[in-house]
């Protein structure tokens, strides 16, 4: 995550800010990031990305290799190249805080900055609110449809990147999870850690009670292991006879989990053989190509799994990889500007989002107007930096 420099932009950011330059307009200016419409299948999304939108705005500048390469690429010229060499964002963001429902049209950030301010993060600040906003939006629908058991993500391997990976594992934490198997994020952000082992451990021994054996007397409180890699059924009361012997020496087995074939029919038998082996305390935890359908489904189904390791599926969000979003200019040099264009017309001035909730705790609705125009419930957009 350190290739976020002012450079990792569009070319069309530089090109502007050259030509404003060249005119002389730097007046403030106002830009929104919100959602056109939902992805097919979504009734909301949720707001993530804000933390990384702050730390890219509080350290981005031009470091002297980029000037450099700016200057030499022919398409800049000196004076421009020049007046990038103290750029630092000085401008004001209000957001919705991370977390927050929200829906179509309605901005979750607001950044009022100089125009060359404003608009030359635009392509970073679009790329870190869509990612972890749309991750957070399908790992808040596998955490609804599990009903309160536990989901951990285990998607890093598959991940479209590194920093895919990485910012999946905060944006499912935030949306719900109880953890992931992403270590740099339990480093980063403190969110909690979980594994088991790979298939590969089971292989390397001769037998698989070995291999079971070896890795509880490594991690004696609670261990988790795999029981799939050769019969489930076999490896399961080969778990149950060694959990008898290891009790006694007070090591205990915490969890089992299942990675492939029908988990709701896997799951019955092994809770069926644990619970005849006087182990009704081990759980079961379920993975493999797991989604809020087949969770949903599982639960449905009164499947005994008390866990979900969620990946690929989530942190691709493989049913709506992406959204309709924008970051749009909504004022400048103090009258609002508005888009026109057919199918993406927006809404001109500056916006607020206000949301009221009934009795008993409840979302009632949001309205959406001017920003200093009062209406019904809770301003949902509030001062993140001022300043700067």
Known sequence: MNDDGLLLTDLYQLTMLQSYFEQGMNDMAVFEFFVR?????????????????????????????????????????KGFVDSLADWRFSGAVDAMPEGTVFFPDEPILRVVAPLREAQLVETRLINLLQFQTMVASKAVRCVLAAEGRRLIDFGLRRAHGSEAGLLSARASYLAGFAGTATVLAGMRWNIPLFGTMAHSYIQAHDREQDAFEHFARTYPAGTTLLVDTYDTDIAVRQLVSLAQRLQHEGITIGAVRIDSGDLRAHAANVRRILDAGQLPHVAIIASGNLDEYKIRDLVAADAPIDSFGVGTRMNTSADAPFLDCAYKLQEYAGRPRRKRSIGKATWPGRKQ???????????????????HDRAEGEALLQPVTVGG
């Open 37 to 77: 419409k939902l992805p097919p299948g979504r009734n909301f999304l949720i707001a993530g990305g804000l933390e990384q939108v702050v730390e890219f705005l509080a350290r981005a500048h031009f470091s002297a290799t980029e000037l450099d390469w700016l200057a030499s690429c022919g398409r800049f010229r």
């Open 353 to 371: 989002v206000w949301r009221a909730y009934g009795a008993d705790g409840r979302m009632l609705f949001d309205t959406l107007s001017l920003q």
